[in-house]
């Protein structure tokens, strides 16, 4: 069965941070590729870090670039997302996202599977 459920999203102020979980299934985190995607009101999802599961290279958008890192715990089938030095920009639904088809890393459409987000609210 395949399962992305995304945790650990919340409220907190400007300057903290947040550790985002994505629990797979099995087959799920044997996927080529993982990543965390974000939506704000009224824009657009967007790629904020991604994995590769044979390198464990990682890829940042340039807005998190430094402030967050992607990590995986093999052990457990999870992937991380440390967020730190938060920004009021930075609110959104965090959506995980795994097994890339094809094409562009960064383009959503390419993920076939999708988890149902968690909340993350940086207020002033």
């Known amino acids: 069965q395949v399962q992305l459920v995304e945790s650990g999203g919340g409220s907190v102020q400007a300057g903290g941070s947040l550790r985002l979980s994505c629990e797979a299934s099995?087959?799920?985190?044997?996927?080529?590729?993982m990543g965390w995607f974000r939506q704000a009101p009224g824009q657009e999802r967007e790629g904020v870090a991604l994995?590769?599961?044979?390198?464990?290279?990682?890829y940042y958008s340039a807005s998190v670039e430094g402030r967050f890192t992607i990590s995986r715990n093999n052990a457990a089938r999870v992937v991380y997302l440390q967020m730190n030095s938060l920004k009021p920009e930075d609110t959104a639904m965090y959506y995980c996202?795994?097994?890339?088809?094809?094409?562009?890393?960064?383009?959503?459409?390419?993920?076939?599977?999708w988890g149902q987000g968690t909340q993350v609210t940086v207020s002033e």
């Open positions: 996202a795994a097994d890339l088809r094809s094409g562009s890393w960064w383009r959503l459409e390419n993920y076939r599977y």
């Open positions: 099995r087959s799920t985190y044997n996927s080529n590729v």
């Open positions: 994995i590769a599961s044979t390198t464990d290279r990682t």
